[in-house]
């Protein structure tokens, strides 16, 4: 707020040392002789028992003077504090909604202000998990407010709920929007492209990428996953080489190793040896489950009932199941899976 009444500010005590729970008590005690300074006197307390962590409280104030605050100073720290105290008290939804009504009334008061207000009611979905209405005050946004960073939220956004195309579309503009700086922003706008079925597409901006950063792993990586899906191997073989020299922990890559050494060499020792490197560096849940079956597969293959057991018993494990599986139920199709990213 641009003012403070005096008596307020003679409540301080020193950086540190306030007691903003006393602090609001001396505020509201102080209408009485100061009814002119009403509004501002109500927000300051609001702003005292929030940070008090006096949460309930707060909130009961807001509510109850928030009708008789006109003053817009005093109105956007009022709502400040009640949002504030809300989350706190995790009431999320809520808060939301009276981020709306702060949308609304900057609207009116501060036309100038209302990106930051949009931007703050996406943020408050996103943490919620509501990708859509994050997305879609998002959305709201000029077109000139929106920088790098803004679409590269966006583009994270569209890919949580598998919209490929919008995803893509953002990590280029913030691409864009960063020319040269980053070839990461050009590689996820291939990898988003692919995602969507359009490789082809694709290949255009990981060379853009490679071209910006000749060590870009990801980049290697996902050209050698095209070349791998159209059956051209050599290629595929020097990108996820390239892709080892600059990031030799990448489990990925050794998954479609092994898929390499299999399918198209008919190697099993190989195979296994690159899964089971593969099983070493850390893989996500996902990848787990797909190295872990793979691993059964090609154990029984050459045997080795043993490992077969262990790893199928492993990947039920990780899918969360404890049960036995009998022999019969194993997939036993020639291909193994790979890794898509």
Same mark, same amino acid.
């Given at each position: 707020?641009?003012?403070?009444?005096?008596?307020?500010?003679?409540?301080?005590?020193?950086?540190?040392?306030?007691?903003?729970?006393?602090? @609001?008590?001396?505020?509201?005690?102080?209408?009485?002789?100061?009814? &002119?300074?009403?509004?501002?006197?109500?927000?300051?307390?609001?702003?005292?028992?929030?940070?008090?962590?006096?949460?309930?409280?707060?909130?009961?104030?807001?509510?109850?003077?928030?009708?008789?605050? #006109?003053?817009?100073?005093?109105?956007?720290? #009022?709502?400040?504090?009640?949002?504030?105290?809300?989350?706190? *008290?995790?009431?999320?939804?809520?808060?939301?909604?009276?981020?709306?009504?702060?949308?609304?009334?900057?609207?009116?008061?501060?036309?100038? &202000?209302?990106?930051?207000?949009?931007?703050?009611? @996406? %943020?408050?979905?996103?943490?919620?998990?509501?990708?859509?209405?994050?997305?879609?005050?998002? &959305?709201?946004?000029? %077109?000139?407010?929106?920088?790098?960073?803004?679409?590269?939220?966006? @583009?994270?956004?569209?890919?949580?709920?598998?919209?490929?195309?919008?995803?893509?579309?953002?990590?280029?503009?913030?691409?864009?929007?960063?020319?040269?700086?980053?070839?990461?922003?050009?590689?996820?706008?291939?990898?988003?492209?692919? *995602?969507?079925?359009? &490789?082809?597409?694709?290949?255009?901006?990981?060379?853009?990428?490679?071209?910006?950063?000749?060590?870009?792993?990801?980049?290697?990586?996902?050209?050698?996953?095209?070349?791998?899906?159209?059956?051209?191997?050599?290629?595929?073989?020097?990108?996820?080489?390239?892709?080892?020299?600059?990031?030799?922990?990448?489990?990925?890559?050794?998954?479609? *190793?092994?898929?390499?050494?299999?399918?198209?060499?008919?190697?099993?020792?190989?195979?296994?040896?690159?899964?089971?490197?593969?099983?070493?560096?850390?893989?996500? #849940?996902?990848?787990?489950?797909?190295?872990? *079956?793979?691993?059964?597969?090609?154990?029984?293959?050459?045997?080795?009932?043993?490992?077969?057991?262990?790893?199928?018993?492993?990947?039920?494990?990780?899918?969360?199941?404890?049960?036995?599986?009998?022999?019969?139920?194993?997939?036993?199709?020639?291909?193994?899976?790979?890794?898509?990213?």
């Amino acid at each position: 707020m641009k003012h403070m009444p005096e008596f307020i500010q003679a409540t301080y005590s020193g950086e540190g040392k306030s007691d903003y729970a006393l602090k @609001a008590k001396i505020t509201m005690e102080g209408l009485a002789a100061h009814p &002119e300074e009403a509004e501002y006197i109500y927000a300051y307390a609001a702003c005292f028992l929030h940070i008090a962590k006096q949460e309930e409280a707060c909130v009961a104030h807001c509510f109850k003077y928030l009708p008789q605050i #006109t003053i817009w100073d005093c109105r956007q720290d #009022t709502l400040n504090a009640l949002i504030g105290a809300l989350e706190a *008290l995790n009431k999320f939804s809520e808060a939301i909604e009276i981020r709306k009504q702060m949308l609304e009334e900057t609207k009116t008061n501060t036309p100038g &202000e209302v990106s930051f207000d949009i931007r703050e009611i @996406a %943020e408050a979905y996103e943490q919620q998990a509501d990708y859509e209405n994050a997305i879609a005050y998002y &959305e709201m946004l000029d %077109e000139k407010e929106r920088q790098g960073n803004i679409y590269e939220k966006m @583009a994270t956004l569209y890919e949580k709920i598998k919209d490929f195309n919008n995803a893509a579309a953002n990590y280029l503009k913030a691409a864009q929007h960063y020319a040269r700086d980053s070839a990461w922003y050009w590689s996820n706008t291939g990898r988003t492209l692919a *995602l969507a079925g359009k &490789e082809d597409e694709s290949k255009f901006y990981f060379e853009v990428a490679l071209k910006i950063d000749p060590q870009d792993a990801y980049s290697h990586y996902y050209m050698g996953f095209m070349y791998q899906n159209k059956g051209d191997v050599y290629r595929a073989l020097h990108h996820y080489t390239e892709a080892l020299k600059s990031q030799p922990e990448f489990p990925e890559v050794y998954t479609n *190793l092994g898929a390499i050494c299999f399918n198209e060499e008919g190697d099993i020792k190989g195979a296994i040896e690159n899964i089971e490197t593969a099983l070493q560096q850390n893989p996500d #849940t996902n990848l787990l489950i797909t190295l872990y *079956l793979n691993l059964s597969q090609l154990y029984k293959k050459i045997s080795d009932y043993d490992n077969h057991e262990y790893y199928k018993a492993k990947m039920l494990q990780t899918i969360g199941f404890d049960v036995e599986m009998d022999d019969e139920e194993d997939d036993d199709d020639d291909d193994f899976e790979t890794d898509d990213g």
